[in-house]
């Protein structure tokens, strides 16, 4: 049996589901070429602004979790910033992409201050490049806050849904909204979002944390001139909170889902779109691994359909939504397959002669 990868979200055809996520690994035009070069699906470029001169980053700027067993990356934490360059430097690599891969899917990711007018410039000069879709960046969980940048405007509801208009006043192409999940319900700004008119949702973006400890220096890492600050946690001890916040949002909201959080393998994506995600973004797993790591994402998956039989990836978005409820309808349905139980059979079989073992056994409350 043959298996079909592509997947059509917003109307655009993505020749398999797996995007590179904003950040490193899509920092300028030659990387993202050679990204298209080795069977990507997407690329969704690193978040630019109108002005880069205010983003300043750090080194170092990364910090890595690992396993005390084996010494194995499960998490990593980064406080880089957006893009810092010039915004005209990356409209002329958008089109010249465009250009050089007009069958490939680039998602330009765009952030802005509170500032309607700024929203609308960067939206105008950045679709006229060719880009397929944008996705607002309303989520960086450390980045600018003194702007009110990232997550300290994501986190607001009406906030996300006033500039989520702005946008879709003048864009003419499909709109993505990155979601924080620093959050306590991830559905409320999500909800929100779509109501501003966004054609998708994005998520997660990283969780908001602090590595560890230098046992050396006893200062919190990584240590940027003997301080530092909580930075966006990543990398596969994410992917658990990741799914439940996707399965949220997916089951909140009707719009297509690209889910995001600890993805390394083909099996991580498929549970991923099995919760909902029409499309799934890798970023920390190619810093770690690299470019080419998806060539094993793209068999894994295969090897996933084909053994359940999905001749497309639209054949098993949001199949497993349906398994999730309440915890009351846990406990009532486990008392319903007890009583069941209970009636079947033969009661000579129920009652063998230890009377208080065998009442306990068929009691609701004991």
Known sequence: ????????????????????????????????AKSFDLGWGGV???????DSSKVVNTAP??????????????????????SDRPFDTW???????KKNYPKKILVASIMEEGNRAAW?????????????????????PHGLPERKMGMAMGEDPERVREVVGWVKEVSRI???????????????????AVEGGADGISAINTILSVVGIDPKTLRPQPTVEGLTVPGGYSGQAVRPIALRQVMEIARATKV?????????TGWDAAQFILLGSHTVQVCTGAMLRGYDMVSELKQGLEAFMLEHKFESVSQFIGKSLGYFSTHADLVERQRQAKVEKAGK??????????IAKETDALTANR
């Open 1 to 32: 049996m043959a298996v079909d990868l592509s997947v059509v979200v917003n109307g655009i055809t993505f020749e398999n589901p797996f995007l590179l996520a904003s950040g490193p690994p899509g920092t300028n035009a030659k990387v993202i």
């Open 44 to 50: 969704v470029c690193k978040t630019i602004s109108l």
């Open 61 to 82: 700027r990364y910090g890595k979790f690992k396993s005390r067993d084996t010494g194995e990356v499960v998490g990593f934490e980064n406080i880089e910033l957006i």
């Open 91 to 97: 409209l002329d690599e958008l089109r010249q992409l």
């Open 120 to 140: 609308h410039e960067i939206v105008k000069r950045t679709q006229e490049t060719g880009v397929d879709a944008f996705e607002m960046n309303l989520s960086c």
């Open 174 to 192: 499909p709109v993505w909204a990155k979601m924080t999940p620093n959050v306590g319900n991830p559905a409320e700004p999500a909800r929100a």
């Open 256 to 264: 297509p889902v690209s889910g995001m959080g600890g993805i390394e």
């Open 345 to 354: 059979g033969s009661r000579d079989n129920e009652w063998k002669g230890e």
